[in-house]
């Protein structure tokens, strides 16, 4: 944050954060914010096709198994068998996409805050 401070005006950040993770001093401030959203499906497929290619990630034996747990926002923890799961709620998983937005959506009439999808960018 403090190096970010000593860029000039008019900085763009790019960030997978939720809006909770965020100083709270931000949706007070005369920042704008664009939120960028995938379709659920575009995201699922992109998604499966990271995840799996990720060395350092337990691969999904199929994608049944990796759709189960991207509706369920329950991820394997690292480390640990694949059929180890944690919650959304964990600090160790990426958490559930439509968690993810449903926590955007409660900002959507905010004066300084843009959704758009990607599809709407076509």
Known sequence: LQRM????????M????PPHLWPPSILQSKAMILVLVWNPKHAAV???QFYNNMPALPPFASWD????????????????TLHSYVSSSSPMAWGSYFDHLMEWNKYIDHERIMMIS???LK
């Open 5 to 12: 401070k000593k860029l000039p005006s008019r900085r763009i």
């Open 14 to 17: 790019l960030t997978h954060l």
């Open 46 to 48: 992109s998604y499966y």
């Open 65 to 80: 198994e990796y759709f189960a747990a991207f509706m369920n926002g329950k991820w394997p923890v690292l480390g640990n």
């Open 118 to 120: 990607y599809e709407e």
